[in-house]
């Protein structure tokens, strides 16, 4: 079945540089690639998506790139401030209503004021 | 106004006993989902609803028993708990299956002694 891997397990980054989050996913008919943020007891919550038919998506202060042809997809987060500080969840679907939404294993971002 | 409402935000009982937690949004989705996050911050589909039909069981032990008595309702009752069942439960809703924004409630802790 759909496997997704993502790196690091945690990060920690200085106020104002910029933090990147990396994952892979098994199934090349994949084409939808969620990214949700998650706080300290709190529920996650969706920053960012992006679709197969797209190599990347930016808003703001985040960007999401893909690869379909290597199976990665990554999160960009430029000047970067502590509020930013959270769990980061990637997944991944191939759509249809039969099959799920596959969660990375989450990165622990960490950034020091 | 809440999107996406569950209760009891905590929930403490002894092994054996059967409990219930329910979710309710009102964003007028289709498709409702209950989620298993573990102490590692694991977050594990368990089961999706689609206009208050079942169409994803992932493998949960049948002690789990969800019940959708309507599109907005998706309420989870669990028999004989386990130690293995403490987890946060998170309830979501979207409008499209699995390719779409997923919102979070904001989850049960479920402490199991």
């Known amino acids: 079945g759909e496997n997704v891997e993502q790196h690091p397990s945690t990060l920690s980054v200085q106020e104002g540089d910029s933090a990147v989050i990396k994952c892979t996913y098994s199934d090349s008919a994949s084409n939808y690639f969620p990214w949700y943020k998650q706080e300290l007891g709190k529920r996650p919550q969706l920053i960012i998506d992006i679709r197969s038919n797209v190599g990347e998506k930016k808003d703001q202060r985040i960007a999401v790139t893909l690869n379909k042809t290597a199976k990665h997809f990554s999160l960009h987060i430029t000047e970067t401030q502590p509020e930013d500080s959270a769990v980061y969840f990637c997944a991944a679907s191939k759509g249809g209503a039969t099959n799920k939404l596959i969660f990375g294993t989450g990165t622990l971002l960490a950034v020091q004021p | 106004d809440t999107a996406v409402s569950q209760t009891p935000k905590y929930l403490v009982t002894q092994m054996g006993n059967d409990k219930s937690i329910k979710c309710e949004q009102n964003l007028g989705h289709d498709t409702m989902y209950w989620y298993k996050q573990d102490s590692k911050k694991f977050l594990k589909i368990m089961f999706s609803?689609?206009?208050?039909?079942?169409?994803i069981n992932e493998t949960v032990p049948n002690r789990f028993s969800p019940k959708s008595p309507d599109k907005a309702h998706l309420n989870l009752h669990i028999n004989s708990l386990e130690l293995g069942d403490s987890a946060v439960y998170f309830c979501?809703?979207?409008?499209?299956?699995?390719?779409?924004?997923?919102?979070f409630g904001p989850g049960t802790r479920l402490t199991v002694l």
């Open positions: 979501a809703s979207s409008q499209e299956v699995n390719t779409d924004t997923q919102y």
């Open positions: 609803y689609n206009n208050k039909e079942l169409i």
